[in-house]
C-alpha cells in the first residue's frame, strides 16, 4: 500500500515525514525569549540615554548648548587651579628667599586678574525687530555686526575705561571675539543678542568717546532709521567679574619703528629691506 493509502486509512506517517515537534518547540520559545531580552536592554538603554545629563546630543543646538555648559565649567575649573598654581609658586618662592615685584593695582586691574567695581556705563546693541523687515532694506543692516560691538568697545577704551566686560565676561587686550551670522562666540561660549558691554570709568569720558566715534555714529543713525537696538546707561556702581582664561601669547608682532628695548634696533634697522634681484 502507498504512503498516500496509509494516511488515508489513518495508519500513522512515516517516521521520516513526522513533524519534529519537540526541537521547534524549545527553538520557537529560545527566540522569544532573545527577543523579549533584547526588548528590554534596549529600553533600558533609551531610558538611561534620555535620562542621563551628558546623553548624546540629538541636534546641534542641542550640542552647542551642551558645549557651552562644558566650558563654562571648565573655566572654573581652571580658575579653581590657577589660583593654587599661583598659591604654590608663592610658597615656594618665599622658601626659597627669590621676592617677585609685587605688580601695582593698575596692571592687575589692566590684566583682569581682579575684579573691578566702580561706576561707568551700560551698552546694550539688539537686532531690529522681525517686523522691521522690508524689502528696500539689506538684511544685513537689521542686525547687530561683530564691527558694531568691536567699535562701540574701542570707543570705550578711547574714552578712558579702565575695565570692560561683554556679556557675563570680563575683557582684555588678549580677548577675541567674533560672530557667525547672529551669534556671538566668546572664549569658547556662545551668546545671542542682545549683546550687553559694561565699562568702568567716568560716565561722561566714556559718554564722549561713544560720541566721538564715526563708527558708534552710523550705527546710532541706523538704529534710528531701522530699529536697531541702542541703550546708554550710567551706572553708580558696576561689578566686573576677574578675567577667566588665558593670557600668555602664543605669538605676537611688534610696529615698525618701535623700539622694543632700550638699545635693541628697532625692526627696520634690524632687518632691512631685502633687494630685488635682476636676472
Not at 563654562?72 to 599661583?86: G, I, N, W
Not at 532694506?137 to 537689521?142: A, F, K
Given at each position: ?25 524549545r527553538?520557537?520559545v529560545?527566540?522569544g ?15 538611561t ?22 566650558v ?15 598659591r ?9 628667599g ?13 590684566g ?21 523687515q522690508?524689502?528696500s ?6 542686525v547687530?555686526?561683530?564691527q ?37 562666540r ?10 550687553v ?20 555714529r ?8 531701522v ?37 635693541l ?14 636676472s
Open positions: 500500500m502507498s504512503q498516500r493509502a496509509h494516511r488515508a486509512a489513518g495508519d500513522p506517517a512515516p517516521a521520516a515525514e513526522r513533524p519534529r515537534r519537540g526541537r521547534l518547540g527553538g520557537a529560545a527566540v525569549a532573545v527577543l523579549g531580552l533584547s526588548g528590554v536592554l534596549f529600553t533600558v538603554s533609551a531610558r540615554a534620555d535620562a542621563g545629563p551628558d546623553r548624546h546630543p540629538q541636534d546641534l543646538g542641542e550640542l552647542s548648548r551642551q558645549q557651552a555648559a562644558n563654562q565649567r571648565m573655566s572654573v575649573e581652571v580658575d579653581a587651579l590657577r589660583a593654587e598654581v599661583e604654590l609658586a608663592a610658597e615656594q618662592n618665599a622658601d626659597s627669590f621676592a617677585l615685584p609685587t605688580p601695582s593695582v593698575a596692571d592687575l586691574v589692566e583682569g586678574s581682579v575684579p573691578v567695581t566702580g561706576p561707568g556705563l551700560t551698552v546694550v546693541l539688539d537686532d531690529a525687530p522681525a517686523d522691521a522690508r524689502e532694506l539689506n538684511p544685513d543692516v537689521l547687530v555686526h561683530q558694531d560691538l568691536q567699535s562701540v568697545m574701542n570707543a570705550l577704551w578711547a574714552g578712558g575705561a579702565e575695565a570692560m566686560a561683554l556679556m557675563d565676561q570680563r575683557v582684555v587686550s588678549t580677548s577675541a571675539f567674533w560672530c557667525v551670522g547672529n551669534v556671538l566668546l572664549h569658547g561660549r556662545v551668546y545671542s543678542p542682545p549683546y558691554v559694561r565699562a568702568v570709568g567716568d560716565p561722561d569720558d566714556l559718554r564722549a568717546g561713544l560720541d566721538a566715534s564715526p563708527a558708534v552710523g550705527y546710532v543713525r541706523d538704529a534710528a532709521d530699529g536697531l537696538g541702542w541703550q546708554v546707561t550710567g551706572e553708580e556702581r558696576l561689578e566686573l567679574p576677574a578675567f577667566s582664561g588665558a593670557t600668555e601669547l602664543a605669538s605676537a608682532r611688534v610696529p615698525r619703528d618701535v623700539e622694543v628695548l632700550p638699545g634696533p628697532a625692526e627696520r634697522d634690524a632687518y632691512p629691506a631685502p633687494t630685488e634681484e635682476v
